[in-house]
């Protein structure tokens, strides 16, 4: 029988993951308070049914599964709702604007015992599983120095709605480049450590029409010596995500907008790229795949509700560098 999802918010990444479970053989049916995108999902995907709110969804429909693909404000009430309707949940990420709100749905996750998978989606791509595989290997010798960057113009995110009027652009919507693009937060944690101590600044630099953070730079110190630099923002031209590792014998780097990873070898004195043919919806389809793995399968999440307060543990001490001036001491990682 097939797997019955209920997609609550019907935004661009809401339609995604239900085109994507749709492809995979579920049946779909969404949440969202603006009739025209229930429409638009309607239109994408075949529906057994819409809805305005989630209360409305629960009271009436029978679902084997939610994703919750809302803007991060409304994640911990949301997720909430459908663990407690005994539902497991694939959660976009972050897990909430605040490590205090995620704290209270990792409490209720770890009572109502239901699979919950956190959406970090470069966890899922092709060629940072490269990147990782590689470090683990030392290709480029004793880790000393890495450089993330993910930066990206915000009116090119959605060039089909003015991104004013995109959650990203308001704060009391949980937008923002720090939260956003927590993804590389995120990376730095599964690629590497806990970090020791760290230095940023969060502000709004450019003239973008919003009222967030669109630039982020922090400088982190690892424990076992290596020093990360990360910089997010939201207004840069060209696009550019991409990770730098430089050791002592040799450098790693992953360039998405080239789509390879390649290696320089101080003893061939040469790079060797290694290009991926893969697109972006892979990665998506990838989690998927995995969390159906895991409500029908058993598999363990790849990426859970407490990596996700991790995150959002690094968020605050970012934000704490940021509004003191100073470099911070982080605090070890929540164990909760």
């Known amino acids: 029988m097939a797997t019955h999802v209920l997609v609550i918010g019907a935004g661009s990444v809401g339609k995604r993951h239900a085109a994507n479970l749709a492809s995979l053989g579920c049946l779909i049916s969404g949440v969202d308070p603006r009739r025209d995108r229930i429409a638009e999902l309607g239109q994408r995907v075949p529906m057994v049914e819409g809805y305005g709110t989630v209360e409305e969804a629960l009271r009436h429909g029978r679902f084997d599964a939610a994703v919750v693909a809302s803007p991060p404000t409304a994640h911990v009430e949301q997720a909430s709702a459908c663990l407690r309707a005994e539902l497991p949940v694939l959660l976009e990420k972050p897990v909430a604007p605040d490590l205090a709100s995620a704290l209270t749905l990792y409490d209720l996750a770890v009572r109502s015992d239901r699979p919950i998978l956190l959406g970090y ?15 683990e290997e030392a290709r480029a010798g004793r880790v000393l120095r890495v450089s993330m960057v993910m930066a990206a113009h915000l009116a090119d995110w959605h060039p089909w709605e003015p991104y004013q009027d995109f959650f990203m652009a308001r704060a009391a919507l949980g937008g923002g480049a720090l939260l956003d693009e927590s993804h590389f937060l995120d990376l ?7 970090p020791a101590e760290l230095g940023a600044t969060v502000e709004k630099l450019s003239p973008l029409e919003i009222d967030t953070d669109d630039n982020v730079d922090v400088s982190v110190s690892l424990p076992s010596g290596p020093r990360v630099g990360i910089h997010l923002d939201l207004y840069s031209r060209p696009h550019e995500r991409s990770i730098k590792v430089f050791g002592d014998a040799g450098t790693i780097e992953w360039n998405n907008e080239a789509n390879h990873v390649r290696v320089f070898d101080s003893g061939v004195d040469t790079w060797q790229v290694e290009p991926f ?10 989690e998927a795949r995995h969390f159906l793995d895991m409500i029908h399968g058993g598999a363990a999440p790849l990426c859970t509700l407490r990596d996700g307060c991790r995150v959002l543990q690094l968020v605050e001490a970012i934000r704490d560098s940021a509004r003191t001036k100073r470099v911070v001491t982080v605090s070890p990682p929540h164990g909760r």
């Open 188 to 194: 730095m944690l599964w690629l590497f450590e806990w």
């Open 277 to 286: 043919t893969c697109e972006r919806n892979d990665m998506f389809v990838a």
């Open 121 to 135: 989606t470069f966890r899922w791509w092709e060629p940072v599983r490269r990147l990782k595989s590689l470090i």
